[in-house]
């Protein structure tokens, strides 16, 4: 498999995917602002979004991919059908039955994780309202998971990594067509995770029919939970749950406290995110997700030369493509808000909040995704318990800084919490596969790393100074910010990537095929 050019395929899927998801939140901003009712969405979207990463994609995937591959490498396609229908058999009965309860208890999950927004009973009401609503996407989201770790295991990217362009797309034709017409317009978007949901479970079944591994979703569960494969599949996820919830229980801690803020501040948060997302995304998950099975390959064939050579091309492509889009963020925080964001009730105090929060973010996004790319290095070896140990360690480390942080730089403490926590978990998942023998530098990496800063001063003091050159909240035209914002990036690219060639980069150097 040449990894360079699915990582590229991968990773124009999950462009087509972010643009989507930049549209919708554009159009959000525009039609909603920040306000205590876009907080109430917020929050209502992350309580279903966050048991979705906690049990589907996170811990499922890391506990199922490594095992299915096994599967398919050394025991054959019946074999492998086998326990793709008994995992699919108990995910189902427990979707059923975590929804049910979850719809159930929606005012309490919503009390806990966002205490200030009971002060304002309405919008306490709209999330609870909300929060049921979307509660279902969590089983379809748990199919789509399922299903995109067996279609990558087959090496089929594309379509787990188009997927959630359907989500964004329901979100743009619910803000356009359906919230106008609805007595309160911010439930159309809850109605829009539904059938977001929906469509991306669809989409999935013609790809799984081609390689004759669809799984059968409905049977008795004991017969399921009595299958070896299954069993060590939820073994497995007992720590994987750990590892994620880690990141999560962080996430539930931060809106709580967000919510507690100055109204906006969650919604604030919610734009940054998304921004933060963007690379985070384009790179950390494409290049984890075509890694991993790789990953898992190299490992069931006992080649330990191939798998740290694997975790190196991951790390330097990521250094690479990781550490300008860092600087873009932090000194493009202005336009970048402005440009995308001030349309509408998007007035000029939510440009100021929203990029400060960028900048926050940029200090880590290094980590952020750097994470993404080490953390295959433990799953593929079926090994989930050290990062789990790593994810307790910088929850509290981030919940330490956010005592000292959010006094000083309200919702944009929350962020730099978050960025010097991934720094660490990135540093210390480093260190122990360096530790373990698992990953061995390759040779190069001081001057590689010598031609990536001179790039990156180069880079940053064009962005800074080009940027000063623009009225971008004083200018009502949105054309002329998208235009300015694109001569901007244009020119940061140009000198960025002309600088690593004239300084020997050769682009070629990173293609690369998996065993």
């Not at 359906?178 to 479970?201: C, N, S, T």
């Not at 290049?287 to 330097?316: C, F, M, Q, V």
């Not at 100074?465 to 949105?478: E, K």
């Amino acid at each position: 498999m040449n990894l360079h050019k699915t990582l590229a395929t991968v990773s124009g899927m999950t462009m087509l995917s972010r643009v989507a998801g930049l549209i919708r939140e554009i159009l959000f901003a525009s039609t909603f602002g920040a306000s205590a009712f876009t907080d109430a969405f917020n929050i209502a979207f992350r309580i279903p979004n966050l048991l979705r990463r906690l049990f589907a994609e996170g811990a499922f995937s890391q506990a199922f991919v490594p095992i299915l591959g096994e599967y398919k490498n050394k025991k054959g396609d019946a074999a492998t059908k086998h326990l793709v229908d008994h995992v699919g058999i108990v995910m189902t009965w427990v979707m059923l039955i975590t929804c049910v309860i979850g719809i159930l208890a929606t005012p309490f999950l919503i009390y806990f994780m966002a205490t200030g927004l009971k002060s304002d009973p309405a919008a306490f009401n709209a999330s609870v309202v909300m929060t049921r609503i979307m509660f279902p996407y969590i089983g379809f989201m748990s199919f789509v998971a399922l299903a995109g770790g067996i279609l990558n295991t087959w090496h089929e990217f594309k379509i787990p990594a188009f997927t959630s362009v359907l989500l964004n797309l329901a979100f743009i034709i619910a803000s356009l067509f359906v919230a106008p017409y609805m007595a309160q317009p911010i439930y159309a978007m809850a109605f829009a995770v539904l059938v977001g949901g929906v469509l991306q479970v669809a989409i999935q079944i013609p790809a799984l029919r081609k390689i004759g591994m669809m799984p059968r979703m409905f049977g008795n569960p004991l017969v399921g939970l009595r299958d070896s494969g299954v069993r060590r599949v939820l073994k497995k996820m007992g720590p994987a749950v750990f590892a994620v919830s880690a990141a999560q229980i962080s996430l539930m801690i931060n809106t709580n406290i967000a919510s507690r803020l100055p109204h906006g501040s969650v919604s604030w948060l919610t734009y940054g995110d998304r921004l933060m997302e963007f690379p985070t995304a384009l790179l950390g998950v494409a290049l984890g997700t075509i890694l991993l099975p790789s990953l898992s390959k190299a490992n069931a064939n006992a080649d330990h030369r191939e798998y740290s050579s694997l975790l190196d091309w991951g790390l330097r492509l990521t250094f690479l493509l990781a550490l300008p889009a860092a600087v873009g963020l932090a000194t493009l925080s202005i336009p970048l808000t402005a440009t995308l964001f001030h349309h509408g009730k998007f007035d000029a105090i939510s440009v100021a909040m929203t990029s400060r929060i960028l900048i926050a973010y940029g200090v880590g996004l290094i980590g952020l995704i750097v994470v993404k790319i080490l953390a295959p290095g433990f799953y593929a070896k079926q090994d989930i318990k050290t990062p789990v140990k790593i994810a307790f360690a910088v929850l509290i480390t981030t919940q330490l800084l956010n005592s000292v942080f959010v006094p000083v730089f309200a919702v944009a403490g929350l962020a730099l919490s978050i960025s010097f926590g991934a720094c660490m978990n990135a540093s210390l998942l480093l260190w122990s596969l360096m530790r373990r023998g698992i990953y061995t530098p390759e040779k190069g990496w001081l001057l590689y790393f010598a031609r990536l800063v001179g790039a990156l001063c180069l880079m940053a003091g064009v962005a800074l100074w080009s940027a000063d050159q623009f009225d971008w909240i004083g200018v009502s035209s949105s054309l002329a910010r998208i235009g300015a914002l694109l001569v901007v990036l244009a020119a940061c690219v140009v000198v960025y990537f002309g600088a690593l060639l004239a300084m020997g980069f050769r682009f070629q150097d990173f293609k690369r095929t998996s065993h």
